[in-house]
């Protein structure tokens, strides 16, 4: 079955830091993937998104890029602030005509960001 | 734009209690679905639904409930409230094919 494996934390760093979360995944066919952000006490809010291979999806200063060669979408940012700490999900879509079209998550990843 | 409405956002209930949880959408969504979400398990699906009239079990369906009479509402029900369902659980909805899902704000749930 479809299943999402992201680097585990916690993870924390220092103000203007670089930022990389590893994500992989396993799925047939050309699944849709997303990054999801959790601030404290709030629900998932989209982050970014790619539908196809090689696509790049960006929001905020952060980036990540579908690729199927390496069944990764590696979350990135160059620069992170206080405000990113958050809990971060990588998540996949596989929608089939007629069928279920869950979405699966990894397990998250704790960012905390010093100042 | 209310997007996807839960209610109640906070509850406490005595073990063998029965409750609703509440998920309404204004998005004119198919797809709706029930998300735990536990320390360093990630979210896990407990129900979803592709449409009204159709339900479905996801990873975690055991004690829970749902029914779909209307496109917006989607409500879990807990027959008999146990101390291990204690948890936060998100309602969420999306269109079809591949697209995101929203998320509500969430209810957390305290089994005493």
């Known amino acids: 079955g479809n299943s999402v494996t992201q680097m585990e934390g916690p993870v924390t760093l220092s103000e203007e830091a670089f930022l990389t979360i590893n994500c992989t995944y396993t799925?047939?066919?050309?699944?849709?993937l997303f990054w999801y952000v959790q601030y404290p006490g709030e629900g998932l809010q989209l982050l970014l998104k790619?539908?196809?291979?090689?696509d790049k999806g960006s929001n905020k200063g952060f980036e990540a890029t579908y690729r199927k060669e390496t069944t990764s979408f590696h979350l990135e940012k160059g620069s992170v602030q206080v405000s990113d700490s958050a809990v971060y999900f990588c998540a996949l879509r596989k929608g089939t005509q007629g069928g279920s079209e869950k979405l699966v998550f990894g397990k998250g990843t704790k960012l905390t960001v010093n100042p | 734009n209310a997007g996807v409405t839960q209610t109640p956002k906070f509850q406490v209930l005595k073990t063998g209690q029965s409750m609703t949880l509440q998920c309404a959408q204004d998005?004119?969504?198919?797809?709706m679905s029930w998300y735990r979400q536990d320390p360093g398990m990630g979210l896990r699906l407990i129900h979803y639904s592709v449409g009204a009239g159709i339900t479905d079990q996801g990873e975690v369906p055991n004690g829970y409930n749902v029914s779909r009479s209307t496109t917006e509402d989607f409500p879990l029900r807990l027959l008999s409230a146990a101390p291990s369902q204690t948890s936060v659980y998100f309602c969420?909805?999306?269109?079809?094919?591949?697209?995101?899902?929203?998320f509500g704000q969430g209810t957390r749930l305290t089994v005493v």
């Open positions: 799925a047939t066919g050309y699944p849709s």
């Open positions: 790619a539908t196809k291979a090689d």
């Open positions: 969420a909805t999306s269109g079809t094919m591949n697209t995101e899902a929203f």
């Open positions: 998005m004119n969504h198919e797809y």
